[in-house]
């Protein structure tokens, strides 16, 4: 494709950059052929200039679609180069936090320098049998397809792990191991995986250090082999270790550190064991403290010792021997701290001083001589032909001489610790194949490069050609597998440069060549090499300013080497003298290291040949005294070289390259300069380059369909996919070079699925443009329509609004004017009458004051004529008048003080009455005081009806007397007048009755004054009264509400505690329900393997092998596992262990003893925490009833206390009444006593203070009257509804009922018009002597009639009313009474559940009635049963009888005799729903019934549970015959039946799950006759006949239970097999709905196809599948809510899978499957409502999986996302929502990618919740099921057995 095609405006491109390598940018305009400049704009808007070279014309490296970054593998890529493969890492490495990516067969591996939660067993299972491209890169993907391979091809596999220091390597190694010894488990009790992971501490502590990069950097090479038997199990394993670095020992560089082991040795210096080995701290010696950082952050080196110890104790090394190495690593610590001294007179002359205190400890550790080893250590022996010499060495060679010794004792005890472990690894058993993991170190480059870099890269030069090879061979394989035309691809070949090391007179030659000449030099060497291949090679240089240096150009890079120290490395020179010294030492572990016939190094040794390639030592042999026969360093290196490259070439190769990211050890930080270094080294970009050469991209045809189906019009869609794949690309790629069409797949170029992309992405995008033009058109048509509309409304109530305002200003202007028009008027009018007023006034004043004066001058002088005239007879006439008023006066005064006193008693009585009248109204015991005091009111009414009779005769005497004194004194009132003498007497008298008056007054005025006194002290007392009294009433009612409050507070709280309570027993019923049934699994699986054991020890021949692929449940790697048992003591599971251990007397010994006694302890355990659990239960509910009870208590009390409190309160009213009373009467008599007449006269102020004060007592008396009957009414209610714990009556509803008791309309009448006659009023003034009097007596006794009347009637009806009542009362009070033990027991139960108690009362009464009725008829039915048995007797006897007289006739009289035809009924059978067998037939019974039953025809002909029936009525037989010993071999026959058929039909899911129902079935049977109370509430009386009479099989049930148990659990297995392979393709892979997510291109590791082929499954597979389990269930009778716990297990099964699947894959986040998850769900929803099975909690166990779905398809960039997201995710994990957001991969350009400011967002929001760290759900929990029983309505006696099952043998009963 032409580039200027390509090179197009906005095309973004790579440029080179010094610090990032390189730097993205963008054309700002198209090229053009011929242009010698880009004009580029960089990611920060720099313009810049890309100059284009004239002679290559190379353009910079175009730039991947977004689309396409972030992929899992490399080769996806569209364009192949390096920064898009460094910028594709650091993006997931950074933003995505993935730390693998796939590279075509390699998988590049990151170290993140942080613990990830990746590697956890969880995510083991999940990599466990999937396709290594159906997940995302991991290094157990890798691990599984190596361990695949190795079962399918039979071919041995190895993993090669490289990169450099610190780039996790080991890490890597150690993970790979770990999966193998998971997955595979072993093939014997010994635990080899275990063995073969320990392996791992004890190799890092003597073979790794900290260096500047890594602070556990492997400091050798190591290849294991894991062996494996035809099983594919774990047999044992082989270790083989390269190229120790010995120099370490005694030389570190700065900051770095020696072995771990001298350190852990160190840090451990304070246990008692280690006192004799007299260390001390690590800095204080010398080998330890060279490097300057002895200790490691993080680290705690003396917990580091005792896992070594652990481990060495796990793989056999005891405690001598581990005694043994820690003296030989104590001593070389010792030697480093020996000091050599030069002597002053010989240069050449060294010493070591006397008692040196370092090189004693060495000598007594290692048991060697003192003064041997410190000659030879300044002493050297040289011999020649003839003679022997002793020669003393300088300073600096006795230094060498006592470091090479330290570094070869540690390299001797590091071949034999690597020896022993080889040892205790190695297979018991013969090994079929093996998978080898190679952890070697990769290619190295320092400042100064020695002989250790030399060997590590001529070891990675190796491995890369190898690494190339397969490469290409792999890459010739598809070609030609697709009929691909091959082309020969050139790619680096690095043999020229291995010649250069390896080859005749190649460098190792030379400087073996060199180590042999007696002069030799590593200055002589050089110039060898220089002479040699400088100027020859052009892979070797010289520096130019160094002449003991060389260069060779690797295939990674040019390596400077320093020749200095080659020579003395290659060698490892050791004198033979110290050496001698050692092998006589008295420590026997350090005497073997240095035996000269053992060969301790070789690690091979003993181990059985392999399958494909036979592997010789890779290590060289022991020291030999003998120079001549001695190998370098770098021969031997060699050797093992070519045997490692053998062996690999044997194998099929899986790579493993670990990449460091930085230098400074920073998690998730990416440097692209050192990444690119190691990229070129490892040779993950020369893979990258091979598959550029060729077709790169390679799609099948019908992924390219659905992906470019787009880019195909309608008529160029055919039938034949893939003749429309080709006739497209004709069309979109016009160079048919630039692609191939293989058998079933489209091959690529480089670059064109990302011209594809653009393609699609164009054609996307302008079809996205022309929706949004019409959406957009669309809406804004919409929202112009909506305007228009909204203008038109508003203008047209605007217009309204005006219209409106402008009639209503016209109206206000009419208004106005008139306003006006009115105001003038009215004002002008007003004014013109003021006027015309004012003028009449004047005018009228005026004439009236003119008239007034002329009448009063005429007046004047009339009156003056006419008074003198009067004058004289006036003053006669007023003196006879005031003679004759005062007489006048004086008699009335008199006789009306005497009346008004008889007025006011009776006034006084009159009202008492009426008070009592009022007050005591229906009052029984008061109306015959009443009647009482009407009779004497009636005499006393007569007594004064005759006084005033004599009063009026009196007073008309008394008048008569007066008139005739008035005429008398008429008659002589000129004698009257002449007596002077009698008026002066008379007007004494009247100045003395005036004076009298006067005083009278003054009393008055003082009587007053006291009664206003005495009234304001009565108000003042009654005010307080009222005050008390309603403090009293706010302190009742506050009581009343804290009592309710604390009540309601106490309830609450109890039933909240109750509620909690209730919960967490529930919560730990479940988990110890869990936990027993996973413990009877483990036993369940334990059983099983002993059965297999004894299977297998009595098979004779063995079967011919095949792969099996063992569950990583049986894996034992997991050291904490523990064989526990829950099987309860029952007989029948002892009797059936005792007699299977009887039957295989031989095979005693293969059961485990101490197994069998844990299993024991642990059931006696078990047993002692169930009966805990369940006094802890008891416990419980009896704290609660107890502490219900103090609460119910507590009320009581409190209602006491309230109780007293309002008597002692009513006490106080009543009192308090009284004492009014007493007031009253005490005032009452006061007046009575000291008043006068005018006092108490109706109209005087006393009189009104009595009258008021009076009025106010009584009131106040009748509320109090009303408050002592509310109290009592309220005292009775409270008694009367304590039961109900009801509160106290509201007081005004009683009061109203009060009224409504007292409510008489005729007497509230009277009452109120006498307490009107007695209101005072105007009219008490004015009483005078006319009748008003007699009036008021009249009204009285009318008033008392009326009274007396209605007391009458009442009184009649109340004594009718209280007859009846009494009536009643007497029949309730038999029923209260029966009735009161029930309500006191209800008191101590909450309102919830009275209603329950009183049934349960009910029932227990009816029950007791049926019990009885039940014996009676129990006792008819012996009675019947007895006469049945004489009649039969009767019967038998008059036959008898019958036949002796017959023989007794003669045949003639027979014959003469008429024979009567006789009726002979048929006698039917009662049968009891009982089988009865014979004891021999119980085999026959449990082969027909069990093992050879077909559930198919039971489950479709018969009734559902039939066996479960039949076996139970033989049950029920046994029982009736009381044959214990028959009970007891029926049910473990019927159990062990059972267990043998579901062990041979594990997998069939039909003969699960009818034995699971027919088990559930016979558990139901026994608990329902078993004739306990609790499971015979819904039987019929003829099934509560058919119960168990003489056995309890609780024991029995429990045992059943368990079965039921473990059969669900095999049940869910089945469940979870069968759907297991269905779910990832069904709910994440197949698109449901189609076309909605587009594939995107896939690299080399192709993942399993989402199209609907034959053989993939859908989710209609699944719902069939489900519908078939439902309906299997279903016909076999199967309880409905044991239905459910399985329908809710099998989708927590589909949810789990699917999410966790989810979560490992990155190519299903995205936003189109998150659609596809949800559709797929509500599909499983709706399954769910058309089964009727929404309560049974399925639903929510696809919770999580639904909010994942969600996660995909919401907004992802506000704040107000995340919290949206926070909330929304509840049932997932932080760890799974940003995992799930990491993931996040957008399949389309439109989509965006979720930004890493984000997800910390969605983390800090979430930091706070506490949840699992786990990040995938547990696939493999099952939750506790339970068993509800469920008790059936068939009767036993109606069961008919079908011919068809061979059970004639059982005789119905």
């Given at each position: 494709m032409a580039a200027s095609e390509l090179f197009t405006k906005f095309a973004r491109v790579w440029i080179p950059d010094s610090v990032d390598v390189w730097k993205s940018a963008e054309l700002l305009k198209d090229y053009k052929p011929g242009d010698t400049v880009l004009h580029l704009k960089s990611e920060d808007d720099q313009e810049t200039q890309y100059r284009i070279d004239p002679k290559t014309q190379e353009l910079p490296p175009l730039r991947n679609p977004d689309i396409l970054v972030g992929e899992n593998d490399l080769t996806a890529l569209s364009y192949l180069h390096e920064p898009a493969v460094l910028h594709n890492l650091k993006v997931r490495f950074m933003d995505s936090k993935l730390i693998y990516t796939y590279c075509g067969i390699v998988l590049v591996a990151i170290n993140p320098y942080e613990q990830l939660p990746i590697y956890g067993e969880d995510i083991i299972n999940a990599y466990s049998g999937q396709n290594m491209g159906d997940m995302d890169p991991h290094i157990f993907a890798v691990a599984e397809e190596a361990y695949k391979q190795m079962a399918r091809d039979e071919r041995n596999q190895s993993i090669i792990v490289s990169g450099e220091s610190g780039a996790g390597k080991t890490v890597s190694a150690k993970y790979a191991m770990r999966y193998f010894a998971t997955v595979s488990g072993s093939a014997s009790e010994a635990n080899v995986e275990e063995k073969v992971l320990a392996s791992n501490?004890?190799?890092?502590?003597?073979?790794?250090?900290?260096?500047?990069?890594?602070?556990?950097?492997?400091?050798?090479?190591?290849?294991?082999?894991?062996?494996?038997?035809?099983?594919?199990?774990?047999?044992?394993?082989?270790?083989?270790?390269?190229?120790?670095?010995?120099?370490?020992?005694?030389?570190?560089?700065?900051?770095?550190?020696?072995?771990?082991?001298?350190?852990?040795?160190?840090?451990?210096?304070?246990?008692?064991?280690?006192?004799?080995?007299?260390?001390?701290?690590?800095?204080?010696?010398?080998?330890?403290?060279?490097?300057?950082?002895?200790?490691?952050?993080?680290?705690?080196?003396?917990?580091?010792?005792?896992?070594?110890?652990?481990?060495?104790?796990?793989?056999?090394?005891?405690?001598?021997?581990?005694?043994?190495?820690?003296?030989?690593?104590?001593?070389?610590?010792?030697?480093?701290n020996v000091t050599i001294k030069a002597n002053d007179r010989d240069a050449e002359n060294c010493f070591i001083p006397p008692n040196m205190e370092h090189l004693i400890i060495f000598c007594d550790l290692l048991g060697v001589d003192y003064e041997q080893m410190a000659h030879w250590l300044c002493h050297r022996k040289i011999i020649t032909g003839s003679e022997t010499y002793i020669k003393p060495m300088p300073k600096f060679q006795a230094l060498n001489a006592r470091d090479a010794l330290a570094k070869h004792i540690y390299a001797s005890l590091f071949n034999w610790i690597v020896h022993h472990v080889n040892r205790a690894l190695r297979a018991s058993v013969k090994q079929h194949s093996f998978i080898g993991v190679l952890d070697i170190y990769g290619f190295e480059t320092f400042e100064i490069n020695s002989f250790e870099q030399f060997c590590i890269n001529y070891a990675n030069e190796k491995l890369q050609q190898q690494f190339n090879m397969h490469v290409f061979k792999l890459e010739q394989e598809e070609y030609m597998k697709e009929q691909i035309p091959w082309t020969l691809i050139d790619f680096y070949d690095n043999q020229p440069c291995i010649n250069l090391i390896e080859a005749k007179l190649g460098i190792l030659d030379l400087l073996d060549e060199e180590c042999k000449m007696p002069k030799g030099s590593d200055d002589t060497w050089a110039q060898k090499l220089y002479n040699t291949h400088l100027n020859k090679s052009a892979l070797f240089h010289k520096p130019r300013m160094s002449n003991r240096a060389f260069i060779i150009q690797h295939f990674a890079d040019q390596v400077e080497y320093q020749c200095e120290g080659f020579l003395e490395k290659n060698k490892d020179t050791v004198y033979e003298e110290q050496i001698t010294v050692l092998k006589a030492s008295k420590l026997s572990l350090l005497a073997e290291l240095f035996q000269e016939e053992k060969q301790v190094s070789s690690p091979t040794e003993g181990r059985p040949p392999v399958a494909r390639a036979t592997v010789k030592s890779a290590k060289p042999r022991a020291l030999q005294p003998s120079k001549e026969h001695k190998k370098s360093v770098g021969h031997q290196f060699r050797n093992s070289l070519h045997l490692l490259m053998e062996t690999l070439n044997a194998t099929t190769p899986h790579y493993v390259r670990c990449i460091k990211p930085n230098d400074d050890k920073f998690a998730f930080t990416f440097d692209p300069k050192r990444a690119v270094q190691q990229l070129r080294a490892c040779g993950v970009l020369e893979t990258i380059r091979i598959s550029a050469a060729g077709f790169p991209s390679r799609w099948t045809y019908q992924e390219f369909f659905n992906r470019y189906r787009v880019l195909m019009k309608q008529k160029d869609v055919l039938s034949d996919k893939k003749l429309t794949c080709k006739n497209v690309l004709e069309k979109l790629i016009k160079d048919q070079d630039k692609y191939q069409f293989g058998k079933t797949k489209i091959f690529f170029r480089a670059g064109q699925v990302a011209y594809l992309e653009k393609l699609r992405a164009d054609k996307l995008r302008v079809a996205c443009i022309r929706i949004q033009k019409t959406i957009r058109s669309w809406l804004q048509r919409k929202k112009y329509l909506r305007m228009r509309s909204a203008a038109i409304t508003i203008q047209r109530y605007v217009r309204g609004y005006q219209a409106r305002c402008y009639a209503q200003f016209l109206r206000r202007t009419r208004a106005a004017v008139l306003i006006q028009k009115y105001q003038r008027m009215y004002a002008a009018r007003q004014k013109f009458l003021r006027i015309r007023s004012a003028t009449i006034v004047i005018q009228s004043f005026v004439r009236g004051f003119r008239g007034r004066q002329q009448y009063k001058a005429i007046l004047r002088e009339q009156k003056a004529i006419i008074l003198q005239k009067h004058l004289r007879g006036w003053i006669a006439r007023r003196k006879y008048s005031r003679t004759h008023h005062a007489i006048v006066y004086l008699q009335c005064c008199y006789r009306r003080m005497m009346a008004k006193r008889e007025l006011k008693k009776l006034k006084i009585e009159a009202?008492?009455?009426?008070?009592?009248?009022?007050?005591?109204?229906?009052?029984?015991?008061?109306?015959?005081?009443?009647?009482?005091?009407?009779?004497?009111?009636?005499?006393?009414?007569?007594?004064?009806?005759?006084?005033?009779?004599?009063?009026?005769?009196?007073?008309?005497?008394?008048?008569?007397?007066?008139?005739?004194?008035?005429?008398?004194?008429?008659?002589?009132?000129?004698?009257?007048?002449?007596?002077?003498?009698?008026?002066?007497?008379?007007?004494?008298?009247?100045?003395?009755?005036r004076k009298e008056l006067e005083e009278t007054q003054a009393q008055k005025k003082r009587l007053e004054e006291s009664a206003d006194k005495y009234k304001e002290e009565t108000d003042l007392v009654v005010f307080q009264l009222k005050e008390q009294n309603a403090l009293l009433k706010n302190e009742k009612e506050d009581l009343n509400r804290r009592i309710q409050e604390q009540a309601k507070e106490i309830t609450e709280s109890m039933e909240r505690k109750n509620e909690e309570e209730t919960k967490q027993l529930q919560i730990d019923l479940n988990d110890e329900r869990s936990r027993y049934q996973s413990l009877l699994n483990e036993f369940c699986r334990l059983e099983e393997r002993y059965d297999n054991l004894k299977e297998e020890m009595s098979l004779v021949s063995i079967t011919k092998p095949g792969h099996r692929r063992t569950d990583s449940t049986h894996s034992s790697n997991e050291s904490e596992y523990t064989y526990n048992s829950l099987l309860s003591s029952e007989p029948g599971e002892s009797e059936d262990v005792t007699r299977r251990t009887e039957e295989f007397p031989e095979q005693k010994g293969a059961l485990d003893m101490s197994l069998f006694l844990k299993l024991q302890k642990r059931v006696t355990e078990l047993e002692q925490e169930k009966q805990a659990l369940q006094e802890e239960l008891d416990g419980k509910e009896e704290q609660a009833l107890r502490s219900k009870k103090e609460a119910e208590e507590q009320q009581l009390k409190a209602r006491g206390a309230e109780l007293e409190y309002e008597s002692l309160k009513r006490q106080e009213l009543e009192s308090e009444n009284k004492k009014l009373k007493n007031e009253l009467n005490e005032l009452h008599r006061a007046l009575t006593d000291k008043g006068t007449p005018q006092a108490t006269a109706p109209g005087s102020p006393a009189y009104k203070v009595l009258l008021d004060h009076l009025n106010a007592a009584t009131e106040e008396l009748e509320v109090r009257k009303e408050e002592v009957l509310i109290l009592r009414s309220q005292l009775v209610s409270q008694k009367e509804a304590m039961a109900c714990k009801e509160t106290m009556t509201e007081p005004m509803v009683l009061l109203e009922d009060v009224r409504k008791m007292k409510d008489q309309g005729e007497i509230t009448q009277a009452f109120l018009g006498l307490k009107e006659t007695n209101r005072p009023s105007q009219d008490c003034q004015l009483l005078n002597e006319d009748g008003e009097l007699w009036m008021a007596y009249e009204g009285l006794k009318e008033a008392n009639r009326l009274l007396e009347s209605q007391l009458q009637g009442q009184k009649k009806v109340y004594e009718n009313e209280l007859e009846i009542l009494r009536g009643e009362v007497q029949n309730l009070k038999e029923e209260i009474n029966r009735q009161q033990q029930l309500l006191a027991q209800n008191l101590q139960l909450p309102p919830e559940a009275r209603i329950e108690a009183s049934l349960q009362h009910e029932i227990t009464r009816l029950t007791n009635e049926n019990l009885d009725l039940m014996e009676q008829l129990e006792k008819q039915d012996k009675t019947v049963r007895k006469l049945k048995k004489q009649l039969k007797v009767f019967a038998k006897k008059i036959g008898e009888l019958e036949v002796g007289q017959t023989e007794n006739v003669s045949p003639a009289q027979l014959t003469d005799e008429p024979i009567r035809p006789v009726n002979i009924p048929r006698k039917e059978k009662d049968f009891q729903g009982m089988l009865e067998y014979k004891k021999d037939d119980e085999l026959k019974l449990i082969k027909n019934l069990i093992l050879e039953l077909k559930p198919r025809g039971v489950a479709v002909n018969l009734i559902p549970g039939l066996p479960a029936y039949i076996l139970f009525m033989c049950v029920r037989h046994a029982d009736y015959i009381n044959d214990d010993q028959r009970v007891r071999s029926l049910l473990t026959s019927t159990i062990n039946g059972i267990k043998k058929i579901l062990k041979k039909r594990s997998d069939d899911f039909e003969i699960v799950s009818f034995w699971l129902s027919n088990t559930c079935r016979f558990l139901h049977c026994l608990k329902q006759y078993s004739g306990e109370e609790a499971f015979m509430k819904h039987n019929t009386p003829r099934q509560n006949d058919h119960c168990l009479r003489n056995f309890d099989l609780a024991e029995y049930r429990q045992v059943i239970s368990d079965l039921a148990i473990q059969i669900y659990q095999q049940l869910t297995k089945v469940m979870e097999n069968v759907l297991q392979p269905m779910i990832v393709s069904g709910m994440l892979e197949h698109e449901t709905i189609q076309g909605v997510s587009g594939l995107k291109p896939t690299g080399l590791r192709k993942r399993t196809s989402s199209v609907a082929d034959e053989g993939t499954y859908t989710l209609d597979s699944i719902v069939r599948q489900l519908n078939n389990f439902h309906s299997t269930m279903c016909q076999h009778g199967m309880d409905p809510e044991l239905i459910k716990q399985i329908v809710k297990q099998m989708f927590y099964i589909i949810g789990s899978v699917t999410l966790n699947n989810l979560l490992l894959r990155k190519d299903m986040c995205s936003w189109s499957k998150g659609m596809q998850i949800r559709y797929n769900v509500s599909q499983l929803e709706e399954w769910l409502r058309d089964k009727n099975l929404q309560t049974s909690g399925a639903k929510e166990t696809l919770e999580p999986l639904i909010q994942a779905a969600q996660l995909l398809q919401v907004k992802k960039k506000t704040d107000e996302d995340a919290e949206a997201i926070c909330s929304m995710c509840s049932a997932l994990t932080t760890a799974q929502i940003v995992k799930v957001l990491n993931l996040y991969t957008p399949v389309n350009e439109f989509e965006e990618r979720v930004t890493a400011s984000f997800i910390r967002t969605i983390q800090v929001r979430l930091q706070n919740r506490k949840d699992s760290p786990q990040l995938l759900m547990d696939a493999k929990h099952i939750f506790p099921v339970t068993f509800p029983f469920n008790p059936s309505s068939l009767a036993l006696e109606s069961i008919q057995i079908p011919s068809s099952m061979n059970l004639g043998f059982l005789l119905r009963v």
């Open positions: 501490p004890i190799m890092e502590s003597i073979g790794n250090a900290k260096t500047t990069r890594n602070d556990n950097s492997s400091r050798f090479g190591k290849y294991i082999e894991i062996g494996f038997d035809k099983k594919y199990r774990i047999t044992g394993a082989n270790m083989r270790t390269y190229l120790l670095e010995k120099s370490r020992v005694v030389f570190q560089a700065e900051d770095e550190r020696n072995y771990h082991i001298l350190y852990q040795l160190c840090a451990s210096k304070h246990l008692p064991e280690f006192k004799e080995l007299r260390l001390s701290h690590a800095q204080n010696f010398n080998y330890t403290n060279l490097g300057g950082s002895p200790v490691i952050e993080g680290i705690d080196d003396a917990k580091e010792m005792m896992n070594t110890r652990q481990a060495c104790t796990l793989l056999g090394i005891n405690e001598s021997y581990q005694m043994g190495i820690f003296h030989i690593l104590a001593a070389i610590l010792h030697l480093g009202r008492s009455v009426e008070h009592y009248k009022t007050l005591n109204i229906g009052m029984e015991n008061k109306i015959v005081q009443l009647q009482c005091k009407v009779n004497d009111q009636t005499k006393e009414m007569k007594s004064l009806l005759e006084k005033l009779v004599s009063l009026e005769t009196t007073y008309t005497n008394e008048t008569e007397k007066l008139r005739a004194e008035v005429d008398r004194l008429r008659i002589n009132e000129g004698s009257i007048k002449l007596s002077s003498n009698k008026i002066t007497c008379l007007m004494e008298e009247i100045a003395i009755l």
